[in-house]
């Protein structure tokens, strides 16, 4: 089976939080590096930590977020 992994999309994300307060591997977080066109840092996450739970995948409101397989 292959390894799943999150993945932001940038120009979605409203910066809500969601996906950084249910994940169980925190490893999500603000990309403070970077704003999108809604003027906000959108959220980042770090693929190597990532166990491709869903979570994020589940709560985000604004369907910014997708499943890829590595």
Do not use: D, T, W
């Not at 704003?35 to 994020?56: D, M, T, W, Y």
């Amino acid at each position: 089976m292959a390894n799943q992994k999150a993945k932001v999309l940038e120009e979605k994300c409203k910066a809500c939080g969601l996906c950084i307060h249910f994940c169980p591997a925190k490893c999500i977080a603000y990309n403070e590096k970077k704003f999108n066109s809604k003027g906000v840092h959108p959220a980042l996450v770090e693929k190597e930590k990532c166990i491709g739970c869903r979570q994020c995948y589940l709560v985000c409101p604004e369907i910014a977020i997708e499943i890829f397989e590595e």
